[in-house]
């Protein structure tokens, strides 16, 4: 077994892909019985001090040496798993150990961790605890299932309803069976790209978007560069933003197209591509998600790991598209089904945070 920050106990060969340890190194190793403690102190972003985990799996199995394994008494396992995501019992190890000879392992002497004190509540109060939390992180855990498989129905409808080499696509509408029509971006619509020589940064002003600040979800604003009006202007004589264009990624992080619902701001390393033109730009958003992009990527750039589009290669994309009634009937339908999944997600994050909220407020 292994003690993951975010998985907790698991196999090692599901976390791995494979067993790290063999019959020739487990002379050391500790056996796991079902409901012991372990306590790695390997820390990382997610485990300041190494997480600690208890062994829900149902099965016994054995454990590194570089962990300290041990069991408790009188005390519901499941809340005391849930206190050990707490931060409560961070100010101990803080004062009772150290980091070790590697910047990535924290010390502590096994006899000094099991002297930790716990402010432990009646095993009724523990019990009700318990279950709350074990509510919520099913709540989330089925909530993160239903997301996943709606992901993963976008992209199957993705590789199906949009025709590549041939005329007609694999799924289509009832009602539509006309042939797609061959066309070419640059002819349909007016792209454009950010460009400034060197625009200066200032701590206040209009945010400058860069290939970073784009996401599957849409603009990101929490962590922009801004540039003061005089860059603004020289940059939006030429790439000028409004609403309902889309933009996508030109550098370093490449694709992720957005269609923008807010002006106030200026590009830079983005293709812009103007609404308005004889295609549908929520069509063209949903198309430019799709395989048959990331084909033609992949075809245009050979050679590996692609950090730079050329405004060229995006100009000169050649795809196939319908009439503007199926153009509109699939990007309706495409877009109610990226809201769905944009809802889900949103649930996901609120119920973390109320997770982290009673985490904080419901243990001393």
């Known amino acids: 077994m292994t003690n993951s920050a975010e998985l907790g106990i698991v196999k090692q060969q599901d ?47 054995i454990m590194s040496p570089l962990y300290f394994v041990f069991k408790v008494h009188n005390v519901n396992n499941i809340f005391l798993g849930v206190l050990f995501k707490t931060n409560v019992w961070h100010k101990y190890m803080y004062e009772n150990g150290d ?33 709350l939390f074990q509510s919520l992180d099913k709540t989330i855990t ?47 619509m007016d792209v454009r790209d950010g460009t400034h020589s060197s625009p200066k940064y200032h701590s206040t002003g209009f945010p400058l978007i860069t290939s970073k600040n784009l996401s599957s979800t849409g603009i990101d604003f929490s962590d922009v560069s801004l540039i003061d009006k005089e860059d603004f202007d020289e940059i939006n ?48 958003f949903q198309l430019l998600k799709s395989p048959v992009f990331t084909r033609y990527i992949h075809k245009e750039n050979a050679g590996g790991t692609q950090k730079f589009l050329g405004l060229s290669v995006i100009r000169n994309f050649c795809f196939l598209a319908p009439t503007k009634d199926e153009q509109y009937k699939m990007a309706y339908f495409l877009s109610k089904l990226d809201k769905i999944i944009t809802l889900h997600k949103h649930k996901i994050d609120n119920l973390k945070r109320l997770k982290r909220a009673l985490l904080q407020k419901m243990f001393v």
């Open 15 to 61: 976390y791995f892909d494979k067993d790290i340890a063999n019959s020739k190194n487990l002379s050391n190793y500790y056996v796991v019985k079902n409901n012991y403690f372990v306590y790695n102190p390997r820390i990382s972003n997610q485990a300041k001090y190494g997480p600690i985990n208890y062994n829900s799996l149902g099965i016994v199995g």
């Open 99 to 131: 980091t070790g000879a590697r910047a990535d392992r924290f010390s502590i002497k096994n006899s000094v961790f099991m002297t930790m004190p716990l402010n432990i509540p009646s095993i009724l109060e523990q019990s009700k605890i318990a279950k």
């Open 142 to 188: 089925l909530h993160e299932e239903q997301h996943r498989q709606l992901e993963q129905l976008k992209k199957a409808l993705l590789q199906k309803m949009f025709a590549n080499e041939t005329e007609y696509p694999a799924l289509r509408f009832k009602g539509f069976s006309i042939a797609w029509e061959q066309h070419k971006l640059h002819s349909e």
């Open 237 to 284: 004589k030429r790439s000028k933003v409004d609403v309902g264009d889309i933009l996508f990624g030109m550098i370093g992080t490449i694709g992720n197209p957005v269609i923008v619902k807010s002006t106030g701001f200026a590009i830079k390393n983005v293709a812009l591509i103007k609404h308005g033109g004889s295609i549908s730009n929520f069509f063209l």
